[in-house]
C-alpha cells in the first residue's frame, strides 16, 4: 500500500487536472457562443440591417426625400416580389448606380396597362391606397405590357410628380437581379419610424 503523502498528491493531480479541463471546456463554451452570435448579428444586419436614403419625392406620400429605410436582402432569395411591395432596385450594371425605390405592380407573365387614368393588370383595374388620383402619363403602357418571366413593372408612388418607371422607356420593366431588396421600414427621422407597406 501507497503512504498516505503519496496518495494525498495522486488524489490533488488528478482533482487539478480535471478542474483545468471544466476552465478549458467553459472558455472554448464561451468562446463557441461569443462566435455563434457575432455570426448571427453580422447574418442579421446584412440580411435585413442594409440601409437606403430616399433621394426624391417619387414614393411621396409612403416615403419622402431624406427617408432613412432598411432594406430586407433575403426577401427575394427565399422567395419573389408580390405585388405592391416596395422594393429598392438598381438600374444599369454600374456598382455606382443610384438605388431606386419603387412598388411592384406587375409580376411575371402579367399584363399591365395604364387606360383613363387607371392600372389595369390581366385587364383587372388595381385599386392603389397610396394614391387615388388618376394617372396623367401612361406612358410605355398606354397599349400594355405583357411581362416576360422574371420581369417587373414598377411604378412610383407619386406616378404624376415623377415618371422615373416602367412607364419611361429608358427605365422599362425590371428584372429580377436588379432588385436588392425588399424595402421593409422607416428608421430615420425618428417621427417618421413605421413599417412600409
Known amino acids: 500500500m501507497k503512504p498516505l503523502s503519496q496518495q494525498y498528491s495522486w488524489t490533488s493531480s488528478r482533482k487539478r487536472k480535471q478542474r483545468i479541463k471544466k476552465i478549458i471546456m467553459q472558455i472554448a463554451a464561451y468562446l463557441l457562443g461569443l462566435f455563434?452570435?457575432?455570426?448571427?448579428?453580422?447574418?442579421?444586419?446584412?440580411a435585413f440591417g442594409n440601409s437606403c436614403v430616399v433621394i426624391d419625392q417619387s414614393m411621396s406620400p409612403s416615403l419622402k426625400s431624406e427617408d432613412k429605410v432598411?432594406?430586407?436582402?433575403?426577401?427575394?432569395?427565399?422567395g419573389s416580389p408580390k405585388r405592391m411591395d416596395v422594393i429598392a432596385?438598381?438600374?444599369?450594371s454600374s456598382e455606382n448606380s443610384p438605388t431606386y425605390i419603387r412598388r411592384v405592380i406587375g409580376v411575371p407573365k402579367d399584363k399591365v396597362k395604364i387606360s383613363d387614368g387607371?392600372?389595369?393588370?390581366?385587364?383587372?383595374?388595381?385599386?392603389?391606397?397610396?394614391?387615388?388620383?388618376?394617372?396623367?402619363d401612361a406612358g410605355a403602357a398606354k397599349?400594355?405590357?405583357?411581362?416576360?418571366?422574371?420581369?417587373?413593372?414598377?411604378?412610383?408612388?407619386?406616378?404624376?410628380?415623377?415618371?422615373?418607371?416602367?412607364?419611361?422607356?429608358s427605365i422599362g420593366t425590371v428584372n429580377s437581379d436588379q432588385i436588392s431588396g425588399r424595402v421593409w421600414m422607416v428608421i430615420s427621422p425618428l417621427s417618421r419610424l413605421h413599417i412600409v407597406k
Open 118 to 136: 387607371k392600372i389595369y393588370v390581366n385587364d383587372k383595374e388595381i385599386k392603389t391606397e397610396y394614391n387615388d388620383k388618376s394617372i396623367e
Open 89 to 92: 432596385m438598381k438600374i444599369g
Open 143 to 169: 397599349d400594355g405590357i405583357t411581362l416576360d418571366e422574371d420581369t417587373y413593372f414598377v411604378l412610383c408612388d407619386n406616378y404624376n410628380g415623377s415618371k422615373e418607371d416602367s412607364r419611361l422607356d
Open 70 to 78: 432598411l432594406i430586407n436582402k433575403m426577401a427575394y432569395r427565399v
Open 36 to 46: 455563434i452570435v457575432v455570426m448571427l448579428a453580422m447574418f442579421l444586419v446584412r
